[in-house]
């Protein structure tokens, strides 16, 4: 029988259109790879807007609340700063991924696990969908299978990602006694509090991360392939470092690489019966490669687009989604995009912002807004610029010319 909607992955992306599509009356088939709960190589950041855009209590999936951040310029200059309000969550991406498809389950939606999607052949009135143990047939497909998506290949839509538009990255979860945890990514001043850290200078033109859990911390590094130099000697030199500070031996037994699709919205995002939405779409933050968030929101356009097309409205097609998310996060994507450019041209640039955010209280408020997500791009890059020709004109001119 087919379904109205076949969701390939069961990331956030898959796992909030699928329950939001099911929620808006729809017949729902998730077909996920993995079995969950699965590893996904991810800091776990989330940023403050991921709580807005669920509707239902994911506290159980929360390691932290974080409301410190500390960034490390290239000379090794520390900014930080704690707040009194939570600017995001960390989590386990095994726990979080693995709470948002029960929901999806909860809301009705059918998830298929274990089950490798293949091949596609899409018609006039929907999509047959093949795996490797047989194949399904739905009115409309939509691809939520990541960086690596199948979908977008077999489609046509994205055959594959240029080196100027994928970020490639080292990720590992280590084991961390928790008091040592505090005592590393704390201040005294701070209480329990726990900052996410930001190093800029671990390797030109990227950056890598400390972000801590309850009893594990996510690294990482990562860098646009087309910079790609020595991504692991960085990687040796990074956790070597905090090796030092902790004072015990790193456990890197779980170190894993994975692309990061930071160079925007991909030009087509639809086709007749078909929508790609989260990493699949290329919707992730260039700057910070925050993506948890825009795979939560363009999950929940693609479902609000299928009802309406399942229920026959006039004027709506997939071609309303791409329009959305083209007019929207694609959109924002675009200013953060420009951001990054500036941003990660050199050490000298990731000095120089270091530096402002240093000696100047606001601008160190608006830099780290901008890391933490806390507004849309198009908003933090305006008060950045502003207070940046305003007040740090020389600096400002030096980092763009
Ligand atoms: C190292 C690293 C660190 C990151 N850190 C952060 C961070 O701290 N905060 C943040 O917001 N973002 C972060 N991101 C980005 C974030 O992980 C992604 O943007 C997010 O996971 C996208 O969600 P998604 O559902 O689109 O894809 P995914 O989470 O990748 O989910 C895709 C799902 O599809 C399944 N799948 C794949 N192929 C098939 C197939 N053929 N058939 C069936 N199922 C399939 C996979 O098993 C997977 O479960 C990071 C990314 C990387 C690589």
Not at 6 to 24: E, N
Not at 232 to 249: I, L, V
Request: charged letters at 25%.
């Amino acid at each position: 029988m087919a379904q109205d909607l076949i969701v390939v992955g069961g990331g956030p992306a898959g796992a909030t259109c699928a329950r939001h599509a099911a929620q808006l009356g729809l017949e729902v088939l998730l077909i996920e790879k993995a079995t969950h709960p699965r590893r996904k190589a991810c800091g776990g950041g989330l940023t403050a807007r991921v709580k807005d855009a669920l509707d239902f209590d994911f506290s159980s999936a929360i390691e932290h609340e974080q409301c410190a951040l500390r960034l490390v310029s290239p000379s090794g200059l520390v900014v930080e700063e704690v707040r009194s309000e939570p600017t995001g969550y960390t989590v386990r991406r095994e726990d979080f991924d693995h709470l948002l498809l029960k929901k999806a389950e909860e809301a009705g939606a059918t998830v298929i696990q274990g089950s490798d999607v293949i091949d596609l052949v899409e018609d006039s009135s929907g999509v047959d969908v093949f795996t490797s143990e047989g194949s399904h047939r739905g009115g409309l497909l939509v691809g939520a299978d990541g960086v690596n998506s199948v979908i977008a290949r077999k489609s046509g839509l994205h055959p594959r990602w240029k080196d100027d538009e994928v970020a490639l990255c080292i990720e590992a979860s280590v084991p961390m006694d928790p008091s040592d945890i505090t005592r590393i990514s704390g201040n005294p001043e701070w209480g329990e509090r726990v900052a996410i850290e930001i190093h800029l200078g671990a390797l030109v033109h990227g950056y890598a991360w400390a972000f801590p859990k309850k009893s594990e911390y996510s690294l990482g590094i990562g860098v646009m392939v087309k910079h790609l130099t020595d991504l692991k000697g960085s990687w040796k030199k990074f956790t070597e470092a905090f090796e030092a500070r902790c004072g015990t031996k790193l456990d890197l037994a779980d170190t894993t690489s994975m692309r990061i699709p930071v160079g925007g919205m991909i030009d087509k995002t639809s086709s007749r019966r078909i929508m790609l939405i989260g990493d699949a779409a290329g919707f992730v933050g260039p700057a910070t490669g925050e993506g948890i968030y825009y795979a939560i929101e363009s999950g929940k356009s693609a479902a609000e687009v299928a009802q309406k097309i399942a229920s026959g409205a006039s004027n709506v097609s997939t071609v309303t989604y791409h329009t959305q998310m083209r007019d929207g996060i694609g959109a924002d994507l675009k200013v953060a995009k420009f951001m990054e450019k500036i941003m990660f041209r050199s050490n000298a640039n990731m000095e120089a912002l270091c530096k402002m955010a240093s000696e100047d209280p606001i601008m160190k408020r608006h830099t780290l807004d901008f890391i933490m997500g806390m507004e849309s791009y198009r908003t933090m890059r305006s008060r950045m610029m502003k207070r940046m020709l305003t007040k740090h004109p020389l600096k400002a001119l030096r980092m763009v010319v």
